[in-house]
């Protein structure tokens, strides 16, 4: 909870105003996490559960030319809708391997302790409840076996684009020659496209963003007056950063109990998250930048989502 404070604390005190989008995920995160996945304009949940219920037999046959007795550790899991797929394709080959879904909210990986075994008879697994790199710590105590680490959703995305080797590099920390990561890349492409991604007409997205307002009002004693702020993505074509805002209407103040005032002028923005878009060649440049080699590469029909297989 402390790190939740000073995060939120630290993030609202810089100027730009920013908050980190791992809060994102409380319980009522989740689940309008889960409708934001479901909303039309959202093409990145359909083209990469494209990828993954076309493409699972084949991914699955690649992984184990390589890979025999192994971990599939998933960051980020949140419901699996896709990484089901390839967990099925596994078990069909009869694959020996123990999947650990890490996620920051324990409401995801106690719901997957639930569905999980009733939906994959015969699944070994073991939820991890926490930050990617503290339960990658944790993991390493648990099996040294060899890894396939997923991270989907675009979610490396979330990471501006000059942190993302930095975040590879961390990575590798917990890897060993050989291992693998497949990682989902949403690739660049029309920018109407893309900014309707995030500013869905039924207004799921603004719902997902001010309930990060709330959730600080609740938990940190917060008084945010969530009707003083309006949602507003902007994308840069030239970066290819699609980046949410919230904007105060007013010249306002929030007080969180414990720290203080943030003074908001009128117009001014709390930056939420970042979406980054890629070209391919820079996500292979990432890859190289952190020490490893692009394997292969999945991709939907429109070419609009890649996921991209790296062997460390
Ligand atoms: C955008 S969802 C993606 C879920 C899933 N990977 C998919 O592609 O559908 C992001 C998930 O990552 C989790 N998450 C966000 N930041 C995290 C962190 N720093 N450590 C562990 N999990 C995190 C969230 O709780 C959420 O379930």
Same mark, same amino acid.
């Given at each position: 909870?402390?790190?939740?404070?000073?995060?939120?604390?630290?993030?609202?005190?810089?100027?730009?105003?920013?908050?980190?989008?791992?809060?994102?995920?409380?319980?009522?995160?989740?689940?309008?996490?889960?409708?934001?996945?479901?909303?039309?304009?959202?093409?990145?949940?359909? %083209?990469? !559960?494209?990828?993954?219920?076309?493409?699972?037999?084949? !991914?699955?046959?690649?992984?184990? *030319?390589?890979?025999?007795?192994?971990?599939?550790?998933?960051?980020? +899991?949140?419901? %699996?809708?896709?990484?089901?797929? !390839?967990?099925?394709?596994?078990?069909?080959?009869?694959?020996?391997?123990?999947?650990? $879904?890490?996620?920051?909210?324990?409401?995801?990986?106690?719901?997957?302790?639930?569905?999980?075994?009733?939906?994959?008879?015969?699944?070994?697994?073991?939820?991890?409840?926490?930050?990617?790199?503290?339960?990658?710590?944790?993991? @390493?105590?648990?099996?040294?076996?060899?890894?396939?680490?997923?991270?989907?959703?675009?979610?490396?995305?979330?990471?501006?684009?000059?942190?993302?080797?930095?975040?590879?590099?961390?990575?590798? #920390?917990?890897? +060993?020659?050989?291992?693998?990561?497949?990682?989902?890349?949403?690739?660049?492409?029309?920018? *109407?496209?893309?900014?309707?991604?995030?500013?869905?007409? *039924?207004?799921?997205?603004?719902?997902?963003?001010?309930?990060?307002?709330?959730?600080?009002? @609740?938990?940190?004693?917060?008084?945010?007056?969530?009707?003083?702020?309006?949602?507003? $993505?902007?994308?840069? =074509?030239?970066?290819?950063? %699609?980046?949410?805002?919230?904007?105060?209407?007013?010249?306002?103040?929030?007080?969180? =109990?414990?720290?203080?005032?943030?003074?908001?002028?009128?117009? =001014?923005?709390?930056?939420? #998250?970042?979406?980054?878009?890629?070209?391919?060649?820079?996500?292979?440049?990432?890859? +190289?930048? *952190?020490?490893?080699?692009?394997? @292969?590469?999945?991709?939907?029909?429109?070419?609009?989502?890649?996921?991209?297989?790296?062997? %460390?």
């Amino acid at each position: 909870m402390s790190n939740f404070l000073d995060d939120v604390w630290r993030g609202l005190s810089t100027s730009p105003k920013q908050l980190d989008s791992r809060y994102f995920y409380d319980e009522t995160g989740d689940e309008i996490f889960q409708e934001i996945m479901a909303c039309p304009e959202y093409y990145l949940t359909n %083209c990469e !559960l494209e990828i993954f219920s076309d493409q699972s037999g084949k !991914l699955a046959e690649d992984l184990l *030319a390589d890979l025999h007795d192994f971990d599939v550790v998933e960051l980020g +899991a949140g419901d %699996c809708t896709k990484s089901i797929y !390839l967990l099925r394709a596994l078990l069909e080959r009869k694959a020996l391997f123990t999947y650990y $879904p890490i996620d920051i909210s324990a409401h995801v990986i106690s719901q997957l302790s639930i569905d999980l075994p009733a939906k994959l008879p015969g699944l070994g697994m073991q939820g991890l409840n926490g930050d990617h790199f503290e339960m990658l710590e944790k993991l @390493r105590k648990i099996s040294q076996k060899p890894k396939l680490v997923l991270f989907l959703g675009s979610s490396i995305g979330n990471l501006p684009i000059a942190d993302a080797p930095g975040f590879y590099k961390k990575m590798k #920390e917990y890897l +060993a020659p050989g291992d693998l990561v497949l990682t989902g890349f949403d690739l660049k492409k029309e920018p *109407a496209i893309i900014l309707a991604a995030y500013n869905d007409k *039924a207004g799921i997205t603004r719902r997902f963003n001010l309930n990060l307002l709330t959730r600080i009002n @609740r938990e940190l004693g917060a008084d945010f007056d969530i009707t003083q702020f309006a949602h507003k $993505p902007a994308y840069n =074509e030239q970066t290819g950063s %699609c980046e949410s805002y919230l904007e105060s209407l007013n010249e306002q103040q929030v007080h969180i =109990e414990a720290k203080g005032d943030v003074s908001f002028k009128a117009g =001014e923005r709390i930056r939420m #998250e970042v979406s980054q878009k890629y070209t391919v060649p820079q996500t292979d440049e990432i890859a +190289a930048n *952190a020490g490893f080699r692009p394997v @292969r590469k999945y991709y939907d029909t429109r070419q609009w989502f890649m996921d991209a297989l790296w062997r %460390c």
